[in-house]
């Protein structure tokens, strides 16, 4: 249990660290995947909602901290999102892997849509332009996020090496 | 008490996402004073070891854009020390081309080679000096240390230059010790002879200078040494094979000698010859 804990530690450390590193550099057109919320997205489904809504809340934090965006706001819509993950707990529930992407998908917008009211409601922005974010960076990201996802996905599917054999 | 112990117990999940909530919509309804605040203890604090690893990522980063830097800079250097280097072997050459010029008893006329023949053979080269400068076909060409060879075309402000590599090129040469007069020859570009009598006592190392025979070239000026001696086709002769002081592979610089060719007084005569009907 420890040591799964402490991987998923490194999995979220890294996961922030990538974020700032190298996934602008794989940027389209100014899209890129959110891999922090995709971390956060498979620990929830594996542990479940407390957990989910802990490391949500932890994650959404560091990313307040490490960007100029206001403080908790991130907070506050990750842990939703983790705790929306964690319904979906596989211990739960078995869940196919298109099923798992159309929640992952639901998760970017449930974030985004979070992070929209709380600007609106801290007078830093309007729903107006919460929709047209939705429409034109949320449904991009989360398309693209799903895409890398797919990968990882084909990839452990059909090409790991305990999977062959 | 206990009655609310076990209900944080029993609802835990609702009681975490409500504290968390709670939690996250008090930091944002703060200042941006109280957010700063909370921000730096924070990171001070919970988010030190992960703060810790992201400005070690960050160094990581600046010292491989650091580095792609220095490279670049270095590559720059690297390319000014090349043309410092070259500047300082030209002023070399150029300085001592200048003390060659104030001690050599002709006129000569420096001028720089502009292009050498691309024939393996390198026959011929052009250099930068032409009409305008006073040469003349016939001039002969020397380098710092010794003979180059003729000028055998002119334009306006270049001219060509016969090199003694040049199969068709005949030179009159001279053993400076036995005074022994030969024809400098070259049939593949890279051997070198004149033909002696058997009986001159000519060795390995002798040194051999125009004759100012060949109505070309003034007598005196070094053209090599000698390399070896072998027998000739005709037993009467021997072949002293000579190492030109000249490497004309990295021949830079030339001087035309401004002379003209000793034979040039009897042109006009010759040319009467030919008119005769």
């Not at chain 2, 180059?148 to 306006?156: D, K």
């Amino acid at each position: 249990m420890m040591r799964e804990v402490a991987v998923w530690i490194l999995v979220f450390v890294l996961a922030l660290a990538l974020q700032g590193s190298v996934v602008p550099a794989v940027a389209i057109a100014g899209i890129t995947p959110d891999v922090p919320l995709i971390a956060l997205f498979f620990f929830a489904v594996r542990m479940g909602c407390l957990p989910g809504i802990l490391a949500g809340f932890l994650l959404g934090l560091c990313q307040d901290l490490y960007s100029p965006s206001l403080l908790g706001q991130n907070a506050f819509a990750c842990t939703l999102c983790g705790w929306f993950a964690g319904m979906f707990n596989d211990r739960v529930m078995r869940t196919d892997p298109l099923l798992k992407g159309v929640i992952l998908a639901a998760a970017f917008f449930l974030r985004d849509i979070l992070v929209g009211i709380s600007s609106t409601a801290a007078g830093e922005g309007s729903l107006t332009a919460t929709a047209g974010d939705l429409l034109f960076r949320t449904l991009p990201r989360s398309v693209y996020s799903l895409a890398l996802v797919s990968c990882f996905f084909i990839w452990a599917m059909y090409f790991k090496p305990s999977r062959r054999k | 008490m206990v009655w609310i112990i076990q209900f944080f117990v029993r609802h835990r999940t609702l009681t975490t996402l409500s504290i968390t909530v709670v939690l996250s919509l008090w930091m944002m309804s703060g200042s941006r004073e109280q957010q700063q605040r909370v921000s730096r203890a924070l990171l001070m604090t919970v988010f030190f070891p992960l703060n810790y690893t992201l400005s070690l990522t960050s160094t990581v980063r600046n010292i491989f854009s650091e580095n792609k830097r220095l490279r670049a800079e270095t590559a720059a250097q690297q390319v000014k020390i090349a043309l410092l280097e070259e500047k300082a072997a030209e002023n070399q050459r150029l300085r001592y081309l200048v003390g060659f010029e104030d001690n050599f008893p002709y006129d000569v006329l420096p001028a720089r080679v502009l292009m050498h023949d691309p024939s393996p053979a390198l026959r011929s080269v052009v250099i930068g000096a032409g009409r305008r400068q006073g040469v003349t076909v016939s001039m002969p060409v020397i380098a710092r240390n010794g003979v180059a060879g003729r000028v055998v075309q002119v334009l306006p402000t270049i001219s060509l230059v016969q090199l003694l590599r040049d199969p068709a090129s005949r030179t009159s040469v001279m053993e400076k010790k036995s005074r022994t007069v030969g024809i400098l020859e070259c049939a593949n570009g890279r051997d070198f002879f004149f033909r002696v009598r058997t009986h001159v006592p000519i060795a390995k190392g002798d040194t051999v200078i125009t004759s100012g025979l060949g109505g070309i070239y003034p007598g005196g000026i070094g053209v090599g040494t000698v390399e070896k001696i072998s027998a000739d086709a005709n037993p009467l002769f021997n072949r002293a094979f000579v190492s030109l002081f000249v490497d004309f592979d990295r021949m830079e610089e030339a001087f035309v000698v401004r002379l003209a060719p000793q034979w040039s007084a009897f042109r006009a005569e010759v040319d009467s010859l030919r008119l005769v009907p």
